[in-house]
C-alpha cells in the first residue's frame, strides 16, 4: 500500500495537484458573476420580480409576483392593482441605490435568474416577506411567505390569482 501512494503522492504530483486546484479556484469564482448598478447603469423596475440593469435583464430567483396589469382583493373585497403596487414596492426597495445581483443562472427566457441586495439587504427576501411576492418553485423564503401570510401583509390581505396561474389563464385567453 506505501509503495502505491509513493508513486501517487511524488513531489511532481504534489505541485502539479496544487496548480489544478489554484486554477479551480480561479475558474470558480470567475463563474461567480455580478451584476450592479451604477449612475451609468441604474436599475429599471419592469414588475414585482424582474428589473434591468443596463443590457442585464434580471429575474428574482425564488419569488413570483402578480404581473403588472394583475388584479387581487384587498380584505374588503374590493379589487386593487397588486401587480402595480408590487412593482412599486420594488420600485421603492430601489430607486437611488446600489443595487448588486448575484447571478446563479440563466431561465428559459435567457434572463438573468439573481438574488438582488440593496447594502446586506436581501431585496428577493424583503419582497416575500412584504407580501409583495409569493415563493417560486425551490425558494429558500418559505418561512419568510408564512410570516408574511400570518400577518396578511401584501396579497395576504385578501384573494389573490397566483402569478403562474394568472400568466397561464392569459395565454390561454389570446388563443381562444
Known sequence: MKRKLSKICTPYNQILCILILVLCGIFT???AKEI?????MPVKVIDGDSL????????????????????????KKKKYPCG????QYLEKL????KVICKVHKKDQYERDLCTCFVGNKDINREMILSGNAIVYLESPYREEQKEAKEH?????????MQ??????????????
Open 29 to 31: 469564482s470567475c463563474s
Open 36 to 40: 450592479s448598478s451604477s449612475e451609468n
Open 52 to 75: 434591468e440593469i443596463g443590457d442585464n435583464r434580471i429575474r428574482l430567483m425564488g419569488i413570483d409576483a402578480p404581473e403588472y396589469e394583475q388584479l387581487c382583493k384587498n380584505a
Open 84 to 87: 402595480k403596487f408590487s412593482a
Open 94 to 97: 430601489t430607486k437611488d441605490q
Open 152 to 160: 396578511k401583509r401584501g396579497l395576504w390581505q385578501g384573494r389573490f
Open 163 to 176: 402569478p403562474r396561474l394568472y400568466r397561464r389563464l392569459k395565454e390561454q385567453q389570446k388563443l381562444n
